[in-house]
């Protein structure tokens, strides 16, 4: 098995856990639904939600408020990674999340010496790799490659650069590491920026041009 499924397989446990920790939590009714200052939207979300909550079995409301309860124990910075991996499974294609389940699935059949080795690996890993994963199987991939270019990344171009990465063939992505391995590290904004500026259905074509030397 290739090392980077093989590591997807291990990695995606974390992941797909964290979701449906933060899931649960999620369904918990929040004390803001009783203000009137709220927009209307959220307010209908949050309306929505009493009504499924009301719809519980008093066993199915105990169970929520014990995982609510262990949720509120657990220290901040660990509520905030899993808040950060909720949001970014909320991100990825649907196809991306199936792939993600299967793969907790197979972790889950593996040995437990084996289950700890993967974990290991993955601890070891430097923090913007880690980060890398939570961008899916398909990006997280490539992002040891791709890392250089978007570790500095102003947050006013993540939406438009994940959309541009999730949009590129895998050539194409392989042409933009190679390009990022290139470029000197003051000299990486603006590639990435002339990356974004080409228009979508020309950007493949770009990055092999100049890959392959063309001005």
Request: proline residues 8%; glycine residues 6%.
């Amino acid at each position: 098995m290739p090392i980077s499924e093989r590591r997807l397989r291990g990695f995606g446990t974390g992941f797909v856990g964290l979701l449906l920790a933060a899931s649960g939590i999620a369904a918990a009714l929040p004390p803001a639904l009783q203000s009137d200052t709220l927009p209307a939207a959220e307010r209908a979300r949050l309306e929505a939600r009493a009504a499924r909550l009301a719809k519980m079995t008093p066993e199915a409301r105990n169970a929520l408020a014990a995982r609510v309860a262990a949720w509120h124990a657990l220290p901040a910075t660990e509520r905030a990674r899993r808040r950060i991996a909720y949001e970014a499974a909320a991100a990825l294609p649907h196809a991306e999340r199936v792939r993600l389940q299967q793969a907790a699935a197979h972790f889950d059949t593996l040995p437990e010496a084996e289950q700890a080795e993967l974990r290991l690996a993955f601890e070891q890993l430097d923090q913007g790799l880690r980060r890398g994963w939570l961008l899916g199987p398909e990006l997280g991939g490539d992002w040891p490659g791709l890392h250089p270019l978007f570790s500095a990344m102003p947050e006013s171009e993540r939406a438009p650069s994940l959309l541009a990465l999730r949009a590129m063939s895998p050539q194409a992505r392989e042409d933009l590491a190679a390009l990022a391995q290139r470029t000197p590290p003051h000299e990486r904004e603006a590639l990435r920026s002339a990356w974004l500026a080409v228009p979508a259905d020309a950007r493949d074509a770009w990055l092999r041009a100049r890959v392959s030397g063309a001005p």
